[in-house]
């Protein structure tokens, strides 16, 4: 066999492979040395088109510690005609022992972690690689997972309590938390070790967002006082952006808009119809304060009719879940979906002002068991692209730019 594919030109042959699907290339490892090469080719997983595009929905913000867990990845194409939606669906357990939880997805990669112990995963190949320990230790702890586009690395931020000083504040029963943060990066591929950085202004818990080099984050407290958290993933460091005040109207979400990222808000209009409004994000320049003086576009979206809800007051039944690169907007029923198959997933482009429908035709397990919940706080809408590059080769191409 192996004989008979080196008769085929090497450009011809890479050809074939680079739109198969994911699958059949994990399968096709085993078929002979050459394939296996050229399939595990840093070169060709950059170069590989034959990936699942569309939506990503995951359940990976709570997990217990106590039983075995199934992280549910439900894939959502797209790419199919009216009233169409395939549903691929794969599921990974996670067993029982420490409380596990989830990174963001980036680039078809997440990472998930317990403690000062981590994995990154690759959803597309199901390859997992454990990371060195973290270096500091402590009961609270998070980790945020991002792309450095300039460097092109994937780099790993954790942020924790300083275990002493909340050792000592749990035992005195004290009502002020902890205020000494202890932060470190990782950079997968290029560090043998975690490094210490300029500490974050607290415990950062919410899933953030990676666009174009840098994470952000939604926190209640910030954002009544107009900011963002953000982290730049070239230069390593913490900062604020500030968003428009008028933003915080009722319901405050993050979302991707292609390179940029968006603020979208419920709104009631004079006319007591509804409105999702979108605040789009440019790069701002630096303010005394050592903020952003960041500039917003506000962009109302005015809801066609089947979005629109029987009473005024149910206003955010149908909340934007993101926003695809073309600009349709992804509205989802935050009650419906709960318990009713066939669900429906909207998506409006607010320039044609048109609505196109796409079915669940069913739900994964373990986000079916939340009934009569409010989903999207329970599940994350992302962008994907498979992503077949060997997690060993990650930073490889880091390593031979700086070469």
């Known amino acids: 066999m192996e004989g008979d594919s080196s008769l085929i030109p090497m450009e011809v042959f890479w050809e074939i492979l680079m739109w198969l699907p994911v699958k059949s290339l994990m399968r096709f490892k085993c078929v002979c040395k050459l394939w296996l090469s050229v399939i595990l080719n840093p070169s060709f997983a950059r170069a590989y088109r034959g990936g699942f595009k569309g939506l990503l929905l995951t359940n990976i913000r709570y997990l217990s510690q106590y039983s075995d867990v199934d992280v549910d990845f439900f894939y959502l194409n797209l790419l199919e005609g009216e009233g169409m939606l395939t549903n691929m669906f794969h599921q990974y357990t996670l067993h029982r022992g420490g409380k596990k939880r989830f990174t963001g997805v980036v680039n078809g990669l997440v990472c998930y972690y317990c403690g000062k112990y981590s994995w990154i995963y690759n959803i ?57 943060i202890k932060s470190e990066i990782f950079t997968i591929g290029v560090d043998s070790s975690w490094r210490s ?5 607290w415990v950062v818990y919410n899933t953030g967002l990676c666009i174009d080099g840098v994470l952000y984050w939604t926190d209640p407290e910030i954002c009544s006082r107009g900011q963002l958290l953000c982290f730049d993933l070239a230069r390593e460091e913490f900062r604020f952006v500030f968003h428009p005040q008028e ?30 409004v979108l605040y789009l994000h440019n790069d701002g320049t630096a303010s005394q304060d050592g903020g952003m003086q960041d500039s917003w576009k506000e962009h109302i979206v005015y809801l066609p009719q089947v979005l629109k809800p029987g009473e005024p007051e149910q206003y955010a039944l149908y909340t934007p879940m993101g926003i695809l690169p073309g600009g349709e907007v992804i509205f989802m029923n935050r009650i419906k979906i709960n318990w009713e198959f066939p669900a429906v997933l909207y998506l409006y482009d607010p320039t044609k002002r048109e609505v196109k429908k796409r079915y669940m035709w069913s739900c994964p397990s373990s986000i079916a068991q939340q009934h009569k919940v409010d989903i999207s706080d329970y599940v994350y809408l992302w962008h994907y692209e498979e992503n077949i590059m060997p997690l060993n080769c990650l930073g490889s191409q880091s390593r031979s730019t700086s070469e």
């Open 247 to 276: 933003s915080l109207v009722h319901r405050l979400r993050l979302l991707w808009f292609g390179p940029n990222v968006a603020l979208s808000a419920s709104k009631i209009l004079p006319d007591s119809n509804q409105a999702t």
């Open 197 to 201: 950085i300029d500490h974050a202004p």
């Open 124 to 180: 597309a190949t199901r390859e997992s690689m454990q990371l060195p320990d973290s270096t500091h230790d402590s009961i609270a702890w998070f980790y945020h997972l991002g792309f450095d586009p300039s460097k092109q690395t994937y780099k790993l931020i954790k942020t924790c309590y300083d275990r002493r000083e909340l050792e000592k504040f749990q035992k005195d029963g004290r009502d002020v938390f902890p205020s000494r």
